[in-house]
């Protein structure tokens, strides 16, 4: 099912956390909702779920408003940031009590205790669970009505590096039986890994819906890495237009240029190079690029824009 935000804004006060957001979120893939903390992700997916209202614009699953559908819980699936579990509960009544007031057989719980790996601590109190067991509980909940749409709310939080490969190969078989998922995350690294596409928002407002490569390639940080021991020659011949950036005493990093103009320089003065090698910016970079400007906290030391990774 299609999830479509048009013009979706949430007013609180005169503040506005979401602003005029137009996105869709297609079957089949999974598409990243990226943003720095505060940026609205939380806010907007609460509106697509009908759990708040819109202050204008509108929120639609296949269509229709979340709370139009018959059966919620079969249609959308959701993890939300606080997720309130009864804490003297096991995490098999926890999920017990949801398929008892929806419908749903016990066959059903133990699939998704089983796909989520919590079978063996089932029996187990929830007081007593990490924060990567409850998230596990979380997304075995989302996923117990068999939905078609998943919308999880950084669901990467608090897993070790084991359960973010578990959630990275759930997420994309969840896709490939043709579901709609969307992540939210504040990190752009792992959402790269994992997701299709990209909606970016800062402050409230879209400031991308792209792919990770076309992200990348938009982002105007690529450079071309080059190494020779006539750095300082080299450096002569080349148009005072380029962008010039060096981190040992043989190496440029030209911008600008392509590593074909810099090779025919290099060649027509015949000057050894012993690398030329086309960079992207790496995709943090592009992310800080594209929503620094909107982080609500920003951190003390500046950020250099000179300092890409490859
Ligand atoms: N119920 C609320 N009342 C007032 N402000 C809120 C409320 N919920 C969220 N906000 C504010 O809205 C902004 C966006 O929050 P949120 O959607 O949680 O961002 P994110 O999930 O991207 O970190 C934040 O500045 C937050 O303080
Ligand atoms: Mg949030």
Known sequence: MTIRAQGLTKRYGDRTVVDDLTFTVEPGTITGFLGPNGAGKSTTMRMLLGLDTPTAGRATL???????????????GALL??????PGRTAFHHLMALAHTHGI????????????GLTDIAGRRVKGFSLGMGQRLGIAAALIGDPATVILDEPVNGLDPEGVLWIRTLLKSLAREGRTVLISSHLMSETAQTADRLVVIGRGRLLADTTVADLVRTSGAAYVHVVTPEA???????PASCDLAADAPDTLHVRGLTAQDIGRIAAAHALPLHELTPR???LEQAFMDLTQETVEYQATAPVTRTGVAA
């Open 62 to 76: 296949g269509g229709r408003s979340y709370a139009a559908h018959p059966a919620p819980l079969t249609e959308a």
């Open 81 to 86: 940031e606080a997720k309130a579990v009864h």
């Open 105 to 116: 057989p016990r066959s059903r719980v133990e699939h998704v205790l089983a796909l989520t």
């Open 232 to 238: 300082d020659r080299l450096r002569g011949l080349l």
């Open 280 to 282: 992207t910016a790496s």
